[in-house]
């Protein structure tokens, strides 16, 4: 791509900030730690987990690059950035998740292949730019379309990106055609985040977001958008991001079997404990996130001191001091809800929680049910494990 690069080895790598837990130096994959996410409801770009597959691509000449809309379409275009620019501009607040969210929690239960992430593989943005629809009409492709004249019905996102899964080539993913042709579904073609330009670690200059799906799907440094006829064919489509069934080995598994992972289920995290902690009081603020995927809000969370014998429904909220009501027009659709609860707890404590979106679907209760080999999509209910010191007892 003119003006924009994938290089082949990690010399040119951009800074990061200190605070991030390293899961993988090359390529690089981080997160925050669990207490950052709490503190604002919108994460700071340098604390956004880090989820990459190659060298970092590097711009040369923003003048230069363009992003070609190409395949069964009658009018392809190679759109710069100044004609993208032109388009309405908007913003919307998402959930970015990584599908290996908790993956290290659920390997516990029998070894999982993939980055050992903690909970943190999580952040919420604001992201500004062109819908994808309005792109799309540019190249004949009228919103709300299913299938073009030519047969195209999934747009492929192909990036700049060189990643070792696919043999060298290019990261790449895809959509239905009818969501991308949706308005009302919030796809961007994003080159800002937070109000600012994208930074390199998360696609600059420009980006899919594909709000309440798996980031896996939200292509960074964007080379091409390719309406095909089939799903995309691409390792990540493929060969990965699956759910399989806790019976699925290595030995026998078959991927055609199964069709690619795209909404997240629903999930909640505690944040304000770790794993196994020590507080000097039995009152505790136990408080995190919640999300749901396909823009399903969060109708509850539900806390508990004794490992989920009994329970508490905790506060929800996405702005301080306004209680969040799922499915609200004044919520953030696609965003995370943050909870609150106040509780005594025994001496020692498993703190548990569980939450329900808008569609009455719940976290499961035991990670070994939805074990799978690849260790993705981890809603299990969350717990740590907590003892209150000798000091204040």
């Known amino acids: 791509m003119p003006g924009v690069r994938g290089p082949s080895e990690y010399s040119q790598e951009p800074p990061r900030h200190p605070s991030l837990q390293i899961n993988a130096k090359e390529p690089f994959n981080a997160e925050p730690p669990r207490s950052a996410l709490n503190s604002s409801y919108i994460t700071p770009v340098d604390l956004f987990y880090k989820r990459n597959h190659g060298p970092i691509p590097i711009v040369d000449d923003i003048e230069r690059y363009r992003v070609s809309v190409c395949g069964l379409v009658e009018n392809p275009k190679e759109l710069s950035m100044a004609i993208i620019r032109k388009l309405p501009k908007y913003e ?25 992430w903690d909970v943190s593989a999580i952040g919420n943005a604001t992201w500004g730019g062109a819908k994808l629809s309005d792109v799309l009409e540019l190249v004949g492709i009228p919103k709300l379309t299913s299938v073009t004249s030519s047969g195209g019905k999934h747009v492929e996102f192909v990036s700049v990106d060189m990643c070792k899964e696919e043999k060298g080539g290019p990261y790449k993913a895809s959509i239905p055609l009818n969501q991308a042709t949706n308005p009302e579904a919030d796809v961007l073609l994003a080159y800002e985040m937070n109000g600012e330009p994208l930074n390199r670690d998360h696609g600059y200059p420009l980006r899919g977001i594909v709000p309440g799906v798996i980031g896996a799907r939200s292509v960074k440094w964007l080379d091409s958008i390719n309406i095909i006829a089939e799903e995309c064919q691409g390792f990540f489509m493929q060969k990965d991001y699956k759910m399989f069934p806790p019976t699925v080995d290595w030995d026998n598994i078959n991927w055609s079997t199964r069709r690619p992972q795209m909404d997240f289920p629903v999930q909640s995290v505690i944040c304000s404990f770790e794993d196994v902690d020590v507080v000097k009081q039995r009152k505790v603020t136990i408080s995190g996130y919640a999300v749901s995927g396909g823009g399903r809000g969060i109708e509850r969370v ?15 909220y996405q702005k301080a001091d306004v209680p969040y009501i799922g499915d609200d027009k004044s919520s953030d659709k696609w965003a995370w809800v943050f909870f609150r609860a106040e509780a005594e707890i025994p001496r020692n404590a498993e703190i548990v929680a569980k939450a329900v979106d808008t569609a009455a679907n719940v976290q ?6 939805i074990w799978n080999l690849r260790g993705i999509l981890n809603t299990s209910w969350h717990r740590v494990q907590v003892r209150v010191g000798h000091s204040n007892l």
């Open 92 to 116: 919307v607040t998402a959930t970015l998740q990584c599908a290996g969210n908790r993956r290290t929690a659920m390997s516990k239960t029998k070894t999982v292949k993939g980055v050992g």
């Open 302 to 316: 539900d806390v508990s001191v004794d490992g989920g014998q009994t329970w508490i429904e905790a506060s929800r």
């Open 364 to 369: 499961p209760e035991n990670v070994k049910d």
